[in-house]
């Protein structure tokens, strides 16, 4: 099992930016997928943003939900074990708990979204975007 932990949320307006950081095992630096997804009361888990990656030198895949393109950015630091997902113009609708996910192995555009197919997860972090 892979630990997973979640930090960066917080409470801001509309138009700010937040970073959010996954910090994930030493194990999941060598071909890995971590995913972000978040969720509101009473909603399924959506995907939110994706990141693949064969081994530590290697570069990474991403992917992107529709409503997040273009605004959010995935990433990776190999060196802190961490995923990144820098989030800029922010919408009231991006408000949210967001997790991040982990499971082994690498992903497509599909299989990247199934939330239930992610063995590991963290704790959550709120994301509030206020108008």
């Known amino acids: 099992q892979v630990q997973l932990g979640e930090s960066g949320g917080g409470l801001v307006q509309t138009g700010d930016s937040l970073k959010l950081s996954c910090a994930h095992s030493?194990?999941?630096?060598?071909?890995?997928?971590v995913a972000w997804f978040r969720q509101t009361p009473g909603k399924e888990r959506a995907f939110v943003a994706g990141i693949s990656w064969p081994g530590v030198q290697s570069s990474a895949n991403t992917y992107y939900s529709d409503p997040v393109k273009g605004r959010f950015t995935i990433s990776r630091d190999s060196a802190k074990n961490t995923v990144d997902l820098q989030m800029d113009s922010l919408k009231p609708e991006d408000t949210a708990v967001y997790y991040c996910a982990e499971r082994e192995g690498l992903s497509t555009t599909v299989t990247i979204r199934v939330w239930k197919s992610f063995t590991s997860w963290g704790q959550g972090t709120q994301v509030t975007v206020s108008s």
């Open positions: 030493r194990r999941s630096r060598g071909r890995s997928t």
